[in-house]
């Protein structure tokens, strides 16, 4: 075989099926989905923000409403720390959907590549930017109140166990899907910056 | 003719010209007929959605190119387990032909198979450049879609193409 065959074979394919084209349905269809793909992302930001107001609303209120001044730094810090963690998650690794589709692959790899980074940062600092606050906030929040014993140290282990399988979970999919994701991405570019070198 | 009207029959007319090039991009990377329905779709919309940003452009054939491998090579790295099923769009059918040769059909099918599981041997990038030289785009031209200079691209093609016919020769397809 030679390269014309090849060529020739590859530009056949696939020869067992056609693709038919409903003109006006079709663009009906894209219209539809591509304003759901807009309405996806403002829903997105739209939960984020109510959830961000739900809590900042309940845990402002309980800083008056709680009797107790551990109480009430548990509250600030709960609330301060949800907008903090609002503020993390918006401004890192976030995407409209189709950023940089038309660059040259390339730079468009180099985009996802420090998207990964910044992702990869983000969720192996969890510990300090997300679980710590909150989990102090939260045991201070609780403790002061005249609950007994057994049901503090109760809730206290529920409060360690979950924000331990959330610092699991981040560990987990940077192992499993980030960190690989990563390496393909640096692999594909130095083979690209090696072959510059060499030209 | 509105403005919006104008982009889509400028939109449906640069497809229906394109559409088998598409075709062939999405049918090696998506591994099933409905991994490979999706990935179509995905193109489409995303063509659709930087339609807009295309129009000032001289080839849409560096923009098609670029948008349909950013699509495939992200669905690639996303790995199967992150992958959504999309919705299918209506006025897209995809209809099997019958062929009046099936032994013909057969010997392509094994060109084919045996020219994908070569290309599948490279990295992203190395199967990008490949993909686009059996397209018969110019060093050029594969270069604006990938983003290296044009020497690198006769480099790396140059390497390439030793590999794939070394592959294709443990095919027996010599």
Known sequence: MNEQDIKQAWQCYPSDKTIHIKKEELMESITAQSAQFNRRIKHRDLRETIVSLFLVGFFGTAIFLTPYPVSKIGAAIIMLSSLWIIYKLHSTGKTAGNEGVEESLQEQMKRQLKRVEAQISLLNRVWLWYLLPLSVGVLMFYLPFPVSFISKVMFSVLVIILFGGIFGLNKYVVKKYLQPLQRRLELNLTQSEQSTEQE | ?174
């Open chain 2, 1 to 174: 003719m509105t403005e919006e009207k104008e982009q889509e029959r400028k939109f449906l007319r640069l497809l229906e010209e394109n559409k088998d090039k598409i075709m062939r991009l999405c049918f090696l990377y998506g591994k099933t007929e409905a991994d490979r329905q999706d990935l179509f779709q995905e193109v489409l919309l995303q063509i659709w959605r930087s339609f807009p940003r295309f129009e000032n452009r001289a080839s849409f054939s560096t923009y098609l190119y670029r948008i349909t491998l950013n699509v495939c090579m992200q669905h690639c790295l996303k790995g199967e387990k992150r992958r959504k099923r999309l919705v299918p769009m209506n006025g897209l059918e995809f209809i099997d032909m019958n062929r009046s040769n099936p032994q013909v059909m057969l010997q392509q099918r094994e060109v084919l198979e045996a020219l994908y599981h070569c290309i599948m041997r490279f990295g992203e990038l190395d199967q990008s450049i490949v993909l686009l030289y059996l397209e018969d785009l110019s060093h050029e031209e594969i270069a604006r879609v990938v983003g290296i200079s044009r020497s690198n691209v006769g480099v790396r093609l140059h390497r390439l193409k030793k590999q794939l016919f070394t592959c294709l020769k443990e095919h027996r397809y010599e």
